[in-house]
C-alpha cells in the first residue's frame, strides 16, 4: 500500500509494544509518481486500515472490506480478490467489485470486465509484524488503502479526478 499514512500504522504498532491488539483507520494524504489524467493524480486522499490481532485470517480481511463495500454501493455488490504486489503485506491482493452501472456484463465504467478495482490490501507481512515488536508465529494481520477520491468519483458519477482539485475563481 503506497500512502503517506503507512507510517501511521507502523508507529501505531510500536507504541503498542508488541502487546496489544491494533484497529485502526487512517487517512492522509498520499503522493506518488503518477501522470494526472481523468482517473489518475499525483496527490490524492487515501484510507487506510490496520488490524493486528492473534489469528487474523484473509478471510477476515475479505470480510472488512465486503462490508465496506456493500455499504458504500449496495448490498448486492459483489467483491473479489485478486492476487497483486505489496512491499508491506504478503499475500497482496487488488479488490475488485463488481459493475454497479452494468452488473457484470459489460460497460465503459468497468472496461467492459464487469469488474472494477477499488482498493490494495493483505495480510501483513511476518517481518513488519517482527520490526514492529509483535511475535508473527502468535499475532497476524491485514491491512488495505482506499483512495477517498476513486470512491466519490464511482458512488456519485464524477468523470474526472481533477474536479477534486480544479477551482474557478
Same mark, same amino acid.
Given at each position: 500500500? @503506497?500512502?503517506? %499514512?503507512?507510517p !501511521?500504522?507502523a508507529?501505531?504498532?510500536?507504541a +503498542? =509494544?508488541?502487546?496489544?491488539p491494533?484497529?485502526i483507520? @487512517?487517512?492522509?494524504?498520499a $503522493?506518488?509518481?503518477?501522470d =494526472?489524467d481523468? %482517473?489518475?493524480?499525483?496527490?490524492?486522499?487515501?484510507i *487506510?486500515?490496520?488490524? !493486528?490481532?492473534k489469528n /487474523?485470517?484473509?478471510?477476515? &480481511?475479505k470480510? %472488512?472490506v465486503?462490508v465496506?463495500c456493500?455499504h458504500?454501493?449496495?448490498k =448486492?455488490?459483489?467483491?473479489r480478490?485478486?492476487?497483486? $504486489?505489496?512491499q508491506? %503485506? *504478503?499475500?497482496?491482493?487488488?479488490?475488485?467489485?463488481s459493475?454497479?452501472? @452494468?452488473?457484470?456484463k459489460?460497460c465503459? &465504467?468497468c +472496461?467492459n470486465t464487469g469488474?472494477i478495482?477499488v482498493?490494495?490490501? #493483505?495480510?501483513v507481512h511476518p517481518?513488519v509484524l517482527?520490526?514492529?515488536? $509483535?511475535?508473527?508465529k *502468535?499475532w497476524? #494481520?491485514?491491512?488495505?488503502?482506499?483512495g477517498?477520491e476513486?470512491?466519490?468519483m464511482?458512488k456519485y458519477? /464524477?468523470e474526472? /479526478?481533477?474536479?477534486f482539485?480544479?477551482?474557478e475563481?
Amino acid at each position: 500500500i @503506497c500512502s503517506h %499514512t503507512s507510517p !501511521v500504522q507502523a508507529r501505531t504498532m510500536l507504541a +503498542k =509494544d508488541g502487546k496489544e491488539p491494533v484497529r485502526i483507520i @487512517c487517512p492522509g494524504k498520499a $503522493y506518488r509518481r503518477d501522470d =494526472d489524467d481523468a %482517473t489518475h493524480s499525483h496527490n490524492f486522499t487515501q484510507i *487506510e486500515g490496520l488490524v !493486528v490481532d492473534k489469528n /487474523i485470517k484473509l478471510s477476515d &480481511l475479505k470480510g %472488512t472490506v465486503t462490508v465496506i463495500c456493500k455499504h458504500l454501493f449496495g448490498k =448486492d455488490t459483489i467483491t473479489r480478490f485478486r492476487p497483486s $504486489y505489496y512491499q508491506f %503485506t *504478503e499475500p497482496s491482493v487488488e479488490t475488485d467489485i463488481s459493475c454497479f452501472v @452494468c452488473k457484470g456484463k459489460g460497460c465503459s &465504467l468497468c +472496461k467492459n470486465t464487469g469488474w472494477i478495482t477499488v482498493s490494495g490490501a #493483505g495480510m501483513v507481512h511476518p517481518n513488519v509484524l517482527k520490526n514492529c515488536g $509483535y511475535d508473527p508465529k *502468535e499475532w497476524s #494481520g491485514f491491512a488495505f488503502g482506499f483512495g477517498a477520491e476513486r470512491l466519490a468519483m464511482l458512488k456519485y458519477g /464524477i468523470e474526472d /479526478i481533477r474536479t477534486f482539485y480544479q477551482t474557478e475563481i
